[in-house]
């Protein structure tokens, strides 16, 4: 059972998440409604010739399922894998990108806010698993999803000491609507396992531990 994976500091991060979202109130609501894992929600059935394609990846995504265990047991295999190529956001740059700018590579999608207490204590952990695990061929894409400019996001990396990730924007919220409408997110933080085909394999709502052993065997059963 999902409860029964969940640790004591993952569930105290998960309620302050509830709480954090009753004070931002208008952008996000309520983050985790159901099961503490968060992953409660039906998937949208594949359509178009990407999620066809995305669909024949079953396999695939079940062994990424089977691979989730321990610190991050909470990430469900993607039943049907679906396409996320057309997911769009910012470049570091600050130019626009979508998913398939990042093909050929197995990326770790991750969406944070700075007033989201689990992403403060997450952050960290996904900066240590971009330093032992990125390269040509993975890629940890953590997305920031403030509203307003870039000042508040850019002060929150520095003081998490987060030096490794690469600053992608998106202060429309369009890509966790995007997500929430495929059933995939119901707050912050909320995490997508994708391959080098943008095809989602896995995903989770919740914080985990990415920068254990147990992460870094989901991602190499992936790539």
Known sequence: MANARLNLPTRWLIAAAIVAGVVAGGAFGLYVMGDPSGNNAPQVAASGEDDKACAAKQDMA???????????????????????????????????????????????????????????????????????????????????????????????????????????RDATMGVFNDLKRRGLALGLPVTVLIDGDGCMLAHMNGPAEWASDDAKALIASVR
């Open 62 to 168: 079940t062994v990424a399922g089977a691979a989730a265990r321990g610190e991050v047991a909470a990430m469900l295999a993607a039943s049907p894998p679906q396409s996320l190529k057309a997911l769009s956001f910012n470049a570091p740059d600050g130019t626009p990108m979508t998913m398939a700018d990042l093909s050929g590579k197995t990326v770790l999608l991750n969406l944070w806010a700075t007033w989201c207490a689990p992403c403060r204590h997450e952050m960290p952990a996904l900066n240590q698993l971009q330093i032992d695990e990125g390269g040509e061929d993975f890629e940890v894409v953590a997305i920031n999803v403030d509203t307003g400019t870039d000042e508040k996001p850019k002060r929150f990396l520095q003081e998490t000491q987060v030096d490794a990730l690469a600053f992608y």
